[in-house]
């Protein structure tokens, strides 16, 4: 069992940064490849970033693509996403996950309750 918690969310304008950190507790960290998602107001949750159990593989989505980065560290059991350059529509709430890996919701087995992210225009 792998627990999962995010923070860092908050009420930003367009332009700015934020960084969202998920920290995890329980079965071994550097096992499970870690993704973050996002659920935009009425819509499905989507994929945002994924990083391999090592750190050295990365994809990102392509709305993200140059603006978010995500990175882990194997050695406080913490994920990250780093967004910069926030947009009105990165408005979500986001969820870290862990699980095997790819871009697909039922490869994660684990998920966070999430963090809302609210970016002004």
């Known amino acids: 069992q792998v627990q999962l918690v995010e923070s860092g969310g908050g009420l930003v304008q367009g332009g700015d940064s934020l960084r969202l950190s998920c920290a995890a507790s329980?079965?071994?960290?550097?096992?499970?490849?870690f993704a973050w998602f996002r659920q935009r107001p009425g819509k499905e949750r989507e994929f945002v970033a994924v990083?391999?159990?090592?750190?050295?593989?990365?994809y990102d989505a392509d709305s993200v693509k140059g603006r978010f980065t995500i990175s882990r560290d194997n050695a406080k059991n913490t994920l990250y996403l780093q967004m910069d350059n926030l947009k009105p529509e990165d408005t979500a709430r986001y969820y870290c996950a862990a699980g095997s890996g790819g871009t697909l919701e039922y490869a994660y087995k684990y998920w966070g309750q999430g963090t809302q992210v609210t970016v002004s225009s």
């Open positions: 329980g079965r071994t960290f550097n096992g499970y490849s």
């Open positions: 990083i391999g159990w090592s750190g050295d593989t990365t």
